[in-house]
């Protein structure tokens, strides 16, 4: 009398439909886990770079459109002046005038540890004396990018960034991102109209 069970190779063809099987489920869950962490980068570089806009727009609405420099070769960037005193507070004089203080100077510099090379900087530096009458910049951005004056890092991963002013200033700012493998998983542009408030 024969004795029920699986004969070897049969155990061996449902172990090798049992490995497929589970192979296919792991693919498919695998690319899910990479779209939704592809998801996640894409939503974490626009909501960084949104808010790098929002902060550099609420600057460049206290300042005034006379005052802006814009430098869309390299090194890219832009120069204005700002209104807020060092302990940044808006000062007036009797007339009711706005005092400017300072500019500040946001730029594009080469940046080893960025995936793109490049990174996104704000440095300021105060007027040489402080005025009523809204004046350009005669420093450029080479004199901010070698000033002794701390700079902060505002944002890694910049491809490109671009200004222009026509009664307005528009910016346009480009992160990507490197994923796995150097694959450009993650790629923002994001553009931003500016009124400048004080003419």
Known sequence: ???????????????????????LVYDAFQGGVDLQSRADAQINIHTGVRSILLTMGKELEESNILTISVYNTAPQGIIFASPRDPNNNLQFDSEGYIYWYKYICYYVDSDSTSDTGYSFYRKELPMPYQTTTAQVS???INYFKVS??????????ISSISFSLSGTVTATLTVSKNGRGGANNSLVNLTYNFTCRNQ
Not at 3 to 17: H, M, P
Not at 148 to 157: A, R
């Open 1 to 23: 009398m024969r004795k029920k069970g699986f004969t070897l190779a049969e155990t061996l063809v449902y172990s090798g439909i049992a490995l497929v099987v589970t192979l």
């Open 138 to 140: 005669t420093w450029d």
């Open 148 to 157: 002794p004056s701390p700079g902060q890092l505002i944002c890694k991963n």
